[in-house]
């Protein structure tokens, strides 16, 4: 079935640092391909999406690239702020699966001034 | 864009008790409505699927008759955790879709704690 296998956390950064958080998936066609954010007491916000191979999502400096070759969809940013910190999951959902998500565990970084 | 909103973001609850979390699409209609259920340090699972009129479909190892699931109307689905345990504190997060073409909007969770 689909699957979504994510780096382990937690992840801590300084502040201005590289960050990079792996994502492979396992799906049969072809998937959309999403990044969520979840702070601290709040729920799910979709941060990036792509929903076809080569596709880039980026937003607020994140960026990830749909890599139907290796199966990823790695998320990086270049220089991560202390805002950043929260917790990451990538995730896929199908139309022939009928749209549910399939979620990795998440990864929580938190960045330190 | 879409909102989906969920109600009440925390709720303590004593054993035995039932709770009913209110999932709501703001500004659109919604046929399908999905409910996940996050345990600590773990991912988001889904524990069912919400359509509007008609029975909900559960994952397998969810149990329907604890975890009750009504779409009445197009803008809402209710989860109504039953006879409550503490294993049973988690966090609670509904989705819903615009339509099948477009992304899925989140509610803001709920965070349910059993003593």
């Known amino acids: 079935g689909d699957s979504v296998t994510q780096m382990e956390g937690p992840v801590t950064l300084s502040e201005e640092a590289f960050l990079t958080i792996n994502c492979t998936y396992t799906?049969?066609?072809?998937?959309?391909l999403f990044w969520y954010v979840q702070y601290p007491g709040e729920g799910l916000q979709l941060l990036l999406k792509?929903?076809?191979?080569?596709d880039k999502g980026s937003n607020k400096g994140f960026e990830a690239t749909y890599r139907k070759e290796t199966t990823s969809f790695h998320l990086e940013k270049g220089s991560v702020q202390v805002s950043d910190s929260a917790v990451y999951f990538c995730?896929?959902?199908?139309?022939?699966?009928?749209?549910?998500?399939?979620f990795g565990t998440g990864t929580s970084l938190t960045v330190i001034p | 864009g879409a909102v989906v909103s969920q109600h009440p973001s925390r709720v303590i609850c004593k054993s035995g008790t039932s709770v009913k979390i209110e999932c709501r699409s703001l500004?659109?209609?919604?046929?399908?409505m999905f409910w996940y259920r996050q345990f600590p340090k773990q991912s988001l699972m889904l524990m069912a699927t919400?359509?509007?009129?008609?029975?909900?479909?559960?994952e397998q190892g969810v149990e329907k008759d604890k975890f009750l699931i009504n779409h009445a109307s197009l803008t809402l689905s209710t989860l109504t955790v039953t006879s409550a345990h503490p294993e049973d504190s988690s966090f609670y997060i509904c989705?819903?879709?615009?339509?099948?073409?477009?992304?899925?909007?989140f509610g803001q969770g709920t965070r349910l704690t059993v003593v």
């Open positions: 995730a896929l959902s199908a139309f022939r699966t009928g749209n549910q998500f399939y």
């Open positions: 919400s359509n509007e009129g008609s029975k909900a479909t559960y």
């Open positions: 799906a049969t066609g072809y998937p959309s």
């Open positions: 792509a929903t076809k191979a080569d």
């Open positions: 500004d659109f209609q919604a046929t399908t």
């Open positions: 989705s819903a879709y615009r339509d099948m073409n477009t992304e899925a909007f």
